[in-house]
């Protein structure tokens, strides 16, 4: 039990068999722990800033330990408590600030929101994509009985027609995942409505304010932290998970290589379903950046009043004489 055991250092321990008296403290209560989490995100945030060695050090090269231990530290932080309360520390001071600077909420509420519509509006073209792609298949397949494909730009890209025809599944799932922020914030989405239409402006507000910290942001958690490691459990071996504790990881680090996933549901298939758990982490971060903008966007509506409504609201238009298309689902 950590109760019995000493704490010598505050953030970490400074002697063996010793537990940093922050964390002796996090264990003495649940409002201790939170808080204490809270505090030590300070720390934890600075460090990974002042040391990007340590979880960094893969991405220019792969031989060594120290590259494979860091590795294993950045899969192992991305999705752990400490990364949780890093950037919940962040959204709340960030809150905090634009209760007392609204300006400074709005523009958060702008950049993330162009940043949804410009990811959405470059990922749509994928829909015209893979009708073009579909209609070449066709004639490839159909009358001119080809076996393979060849896209050249460069270096031409030869694949088997099947590979071409399942690779449609990748570009629909490009839709899927990085469009559905921009189509929220386009207010493209089917709403089920039973209550919302009845109730006054400010309870609508309100109602955007709940539903984005208590059901967007905690979905997008959850899908970020079974994503996370489904996606490195298609990259690398030994596989991991997210019961593996750290020491753990730096055991497994020493057997570490990448296996990344290249088989298809067919011999001559799509082979890039590893590009999917990619896009599924993608989604979910899209999704948690979405939520804190409709929370601020919905706060300060609310706090404005009506005349703010779809205030900064960069929103597509079919064009004039469209107007009674634009919205409808």
């Not at 020491?247 to 011999?267: N, Q």
Request: proline share 2%; glycine share 8%.
């Amino acid at each position: 039990m950590n109760d019995d055991i000493a704490c010598s250092g505050f953030f970490s321990a400074s002697a063996e068999d010793t537990i940093s008296c922050l964390d002796k403290f996090e264990t003495t209560g649940p409002f201790q722990w939170f808080f204490g989490n809270i505090f030590e995100s300070f720390y934890n945030f600075g460090y990974a800033i002042t040391h990007p060695s340590l979880w960094l050090s893969w991405v220019n090269g792969f031989d060594g330990a120290e590259d494979k231990q860091a590795l294993m530290r950045f899969i192992y932080y991305g999705g752990s408590q400490e990364l949780f309360f890093v950037i919940f520390t962040a959204f709340l001071m960030m809150t905090a600030y634009g209760f007392w600077r609204n300006n400074f909420m709005w523009g958060v509420v702008r950049a993330l929101e162009g940043f949804a519509n410009t990811v959405g509006r470059f990922m749509a073209w994928a829909g015209l994509l893979m009708v073009l792609q579909q209609i070449v298949i066709v004639f490839m397949q159909r009358i001119f009985t080809a076996a393979d494909i060849t896209l050249a730009f460069g270096a031409p890209l030869t694949k088997d027609v099947s590979w071409w025809a399942e690779s449609l599944k990748f570009e629909n799932a490009l839709i899927v995942a990085l469009c559905a922020t921009y189509t929220f914030v386009q207010g493209g989405h089917v709403r089920v409505d039973l209550v919302y239409s009845k109730v006054k402006y400010r309870t609508k507000r309100a109602i955007d304010m709940f539903g984005s910290l208590f059901f967007m942001m905690p979905t997008s958690v959850l899908v970020w932290m079974y994503g996370w490691y489904f996606m490195w459990r298609n990259l690398i071996n030994p596989p991991v998970s997210a019961s593996d504790t750290l020491d753990r990881l730096m055991l497994k680090s020493r057997a570490v290589r990448w296996s990344v996933e290249t088989i298809g549901f067919s011999p001559n298939g799509f082979n890039g379903y590893f590009l999917f758990k990619i896009l599924l982490i993608s989604y979910s971060a899209m999704v948690f950046l979405q939520a804190i903008a409709f929370f601020y966007r919905s706060y300060l509506e609310r706090k404005e009043g009506p005349e703010s409504e779809g205030k900064y609201l960069d929103k597509d238009s079919l064009g004039e004489g469209e107007e009674a298309y634009e919205g409808t689902h």
